[in-house]
């Protein structure tokens, strides 16, 4: 087993990488985000450890970590526990097996009981379940967020990289009248057809809205 650590705090990694080696003879790396996980290394049991808010956890669990990987998740986080597991119900109920919570201040005991207590999640087929019950309301609103937030009329390059990125998440959602939609407002925003872009931006919010009344 190894541990994969995700996290901006290089420090805080070499210590506990050194602590990990000397204590448990547990091999640690770091993740580079502009380098991406080294699937080379990466085994089944493998845990990846991640530190950081809550917007970061999110990114990294349903945007990488849950779409293609069975391997068991431990958080460091910044949150109170009881506030973190009510806006994260992966990490609790029938699916806490597969990610535990570490509230600060992270003690080394606690980091030792998660490291003995998750287990990688059984099949692809409960990969798929866990990512459509815990990980769909994520995308929803990330989606939401792009194109009610980022979605701008300002800079035409901008706009499109926001709808294409938008586009990305709608493949998650399984949509297809959400990737319709998205995919003409693509062609619209090229042509500079800001008027049908922005009909179009308003039955997008709207079928966001009908999926997180579901």
Same mark, same amino acid.
């Given at each position: ?90 990490? $609790?109920?029938?699916? %806490? ?9 992270? =003690?080394?005991?606690?980091?030792? *009981?998660? @490291? ?64 319709? $939609?998205?995919?003409? %407002? ?9 008027? =049908?872009?922005?009909?179009?931006? *308003?039955? @997008? ?10």
């Amino acid at each position: 087993m190894k541990l994969f650590f995700i996290t901006d705090n290089e420090g805080m990694y070499l210590s506990y990488k050194k602590v990990f080696g000397v204590l448990l003879s547990i091999d640690a790396y770091l993740i580079e985000p502009a380098n991406g996980i080294d699937e080379g290394l990466l085994q089944k049991e493998d845990i990846f450890i991640i530190e950081g808010n809550m917007q970061k956890v999110s990114r990294w669990l349903w945007d990488v970590i849950r779409k293609r990987y069975l391997n068991p998740v431990i958080v460091l986080g910044y949150d109170r526990e009881e506030h973190f597991l009510k806006n994260n119900p992966a990490f $609790k109920q029938g699916a %806490a097996k597969y990610h535990k919570y570490v509230p600060p201040p992270h =003690s080394l005991a606690e980091i030792f *009981t998660a @490291i003995d207590y998750v287990v990688p999640v059984y099949d692809e087929d409960t990969r798929k379940i866990l990512f459509e019950r815990y990980g769909s309301p994520y995308v929803e609103d990330r989606l939401f967020r792009l194109i009610d937030h980022d979605l701008k009329f300002h800079d035409k390059d901008k706009d499109i990289s926001v709808l294409e990125e938008a586009l990305q998440y709608s493949t998650d959602l399984q949509s297809a009248g959400l990737r319709e $939609k998205l995919l003409s %407002a693509i062609d619209y925003r090229s042509n500079d057809d800001i008027k =049908s872009v922005q009909n179009l931006k *308003t039955g @997008i919010l709207e079928l966001l809205k009908e999926g997180n009344k579901r």
